[in-house]
């Protein structure tokens, strides 16, 4: 069994396609039905189903998969620890991120790493909090940051960063400077979709004065924190947002907090990564400038 074996096998497995596995390492079909086949014989066990012109895994499949992800990024670790100490950092970095995040402290963070290691680029891909947390579970990403601990069993969470959650809106329904918990239902509300950290946490908050989520009037979900401050503005209702998102809206008047009494709320924000999976080389670098640069954005005082 050799490296490049299992490197072909894990791209065959996560695409479930030879074909798409030929272009994405750039060999012949031939070539990678070689390889699976080369594999096979040597674990003396069928890794995929050959179904027409579609390919199944086996369990087989699914047990070597995690372990030869495992193997490839220690060997890739290897170089790369070995590339910082001989040479400057570089190559792509892969992290996955929620909303807030992947808005503000990881486009900033890369932006003054990049500063410091020009050869380094990033690829950053931005979903809910859920769906981060189920692609480092299937070790799609090596990394993600997100706002609630949602799998506690297979991944390590390290908190990286924590921040106001704000009700805001526009001034077209700005009810008062502050209300009472109990009158949250009367506001039209503009949410996140399931799977949002925020929304977990909010919905927590809520839940907690007497009031939770199915006696909210929703006049909208939106997948995105972007969209739904843009229909905050627009009027359509209040929602609740970290404060770094809003807050230049919030400086320049395009959004207004609406304070609830006696009700603070707050939420961290999650490095994760898989427990069979190591933070290394330039990847582990970048993590930890990128908590400086989130330690350093909190306001005095936090």
């Not at 690829?123 to 480092?136: F, G, H, K, Q, Y």
């Amino acid at each position: 069994m050799e490296i490049h074996h299992l490197r072909v096998f894990c791209s065959v497995y996560r695409n479930r396609s030879f074909t798409k596995a030929s272009r994405e390492l750039f060999l012949s079909q031939p070539t990678i039905s070689d390889h699976i086949k080369t594999l096979e014989e040597a674990l003396d066990s069928r890794l995929f189903e050959r179904l027409g012109r579609s390919i199944a895994p086996t369990k087989e499949s699914s047990i070597l998969y995690p372990r030869a992800v495992e193997l490839i990024e220690k060997l890739d670790a290897i170089k790369s620890d070995i590339r910082l100490v001989m040479e400057e950092p570089s190559g792509e970095l892969l992290v996955g991120a929620s909303s807030m995040p992947g808005s503000v402290l990881i486009p900033r963070a890369a932006a003054s790493f990049k500063l410091l290691y020009p050869a380094v680029s990033f690829r950053l891909v931005v979903r809910e909090s859920r769906a981060i947390t189920n692609m480092v579970m299937e070790h799609v990403l090596p990394v993600g940051i997100v706002g609630a601990i949602m799998e506690r069993n297979a991944l390590d969470f390290t908190c990286l960063t924590d921040d106001d959650l704000v009700l805001v809106c526009s001034g077209g329904i700005m009810p008062a400077d502050q209300i009472n918990a109990g009158d949250l239902p009367n506001l039209p509300f503009v949410v996140r979709q399931e799977g949002s950290g925020t929304k977990m946490t909010a919905d927590g908050y809520f839940a907690s004065k007497g009031v939770p989520a199915g006696k909210l009037r929703v006049a909208a979900s939106f997948s995105s924190a972007d969209a739904m401050m843009e229909a905050i503005k627009s009027g359509l209702g209040a929602g609740v947002l970290p404060r770094l998102c809003v807050a230049r809206e919030l400086e320049k008047g395009s959004l207004m907090e609406i304070k609830i009494k006696g009700l603070r709320m707050r939420q961290n924000f999650y490095i994760l990564s898989h427990k069979r999976r190591a933070i290394t080389g330039v990847l582990s670098l970048f993590m930890d400038h990128l908590k400086a640069v989130a330690s350093g954005m909190k306001p005095a005082g936090y």
